[in-house]
């Protein structure tokens, strides 16, 4: 019995030793927060895209008799680009509802086909596809600048944005090439 009890207490001793880790340097711990940088990015691109092509809260606005507000943190040369992006929002809404023109993955609009189109209405097309994306490279890069992220990670909230909003029968360069949404 006596024998069971000095091992048992043997056990209990060495079971019970102390073991201290320590390191000569701190140990660091690398945090990346991309999480909250990608929502302030979603928010300014949110506010802006509702700018230009209007929103829902708009409505509920207008029932409870408030003005809309949209944050004026933009340089001008950003609410200019809003302003001539929303003027020709409805020529590239028309463009796109025809299937001429996509976005692709950049966030940019491009050519779907230019076959079968007059020349005239090629070069408008063209005209419309260069001051847009001229517009769209000066809000990406505030954006981006703003939110300390890299412009093709703006851009990509925006194309996200507007494959969001876009009505069916628009075409979106996604992972395996053109499709219509």
């Known amino acids: 019995m006596k024998k069971v009890f000095f091992v048992l207490m043997a056990v209990a001793l060495i079971s019970c030793a102390k073991v201290n880790l320590q390191t000569s340097q701190p140990l660091k711990v690398d945090i990346n927060m991309r999480v909250d940088v990608y929502q302030h990015v979603a928010k300014d691109v949110e506010s802006i895209q509702d700018q230009i092509y209007g929103s829902d809260q708009k409505q509920i606005n ?3 008799f408030m003005s809309e507000a949209y ?4 340089s001008q040369d ?3 680009a809003i302003e001539r992006r929303k003027a020709r929002r409805d020529t590239i809404e028309k463009y796109f509802a025809k299937g001429y023109i ?3 993955k950049e966030g940019y609009l491009q050519y779907i086909t230019k076959d079968n189109i007059l020349s005239d209405l090629k070069s408008s097309i063209e005209s419309a596809i260069a001051e847009e994306n001229a517009d ?16 093709s990670e703006t851009a990509k909230v925006f194309f996200d944005d507007d494959y969001k909003r876009a009505p069916s029968g628009y075409w979106f360069e996604v ?3 053109w499709k219509q949404k």
């Open 102 to 104: 996509g976005e692709n």
């Open 71 to 74: 944050a004026q943190d933009y």
């Open 62 to 64: 207008a029932i409870l």
């Open 136 to 151: 769209r490279t000066a809000i990406y890069k505030a954006i981006a600048q703003k939110n300390g992220v890299s412009v």
């Open 175 to 177: 992972s395996g090439g």
């Open 78 to 80: 950003v609410s200019a």
